[in-house]
């Protein structure tokens, strides 16, 4: 039990040395008749991290304590939308890391996230990424790779 709990550590320390650098990521959603690429970037400042979508269409979200500030460059509009327990499980990763106590299922490099009854499941992919898949609120299946910039 011991080593399971040593392993487990290094890879969740890993995992969350990884997310508090900026990264690139590519995203791929399968919505059953298509696959859907994006792929962007996503910037840490001392006060706010902002992901930025530049393919298919540019958008910008900038997470700020409890607000997400979104921005649709191709439609010109913006809008502020609260984080809440419902739409929060991603981003609450991306921001906080991963706690021991939230892991379910570990292997050598990757384990599953339980998180506000969501599950993620979380790969090392090498020293500089890591992939996070999980199902969306409308049931797609969603994989984000991400690179240390």
Known sequence: MLSINLCSEDSISSINKLIKNNLNFVQTTD????????????LRNKDFIEITIDFPTKEKY?????????????????QNIEITDDNSFLFDI???????NEINNMN?????????????????????SFSISYKDNMDYKNLIVFEVQ
């Open 108 to 128: 050598e490099n990757s384990f599953t996230v339980l998180k506000n009854d969501n599950q993620f499941f979380i790969n090392i992919v090498s020293e500089r």
């Open 62 to 78: 900038i997470l700020r304590d409890t607000i997400i500030e979104i921005y649709d460059y191709e439609f010109n509009q913006s």
């Open 94 to 100: 991306l921001t906080n890391g991963i706690e021991v």
């Open 31 to 42: 919505a059953g008749f298509e696959e859907i690429y994006s792929k962007g970037t996503l």
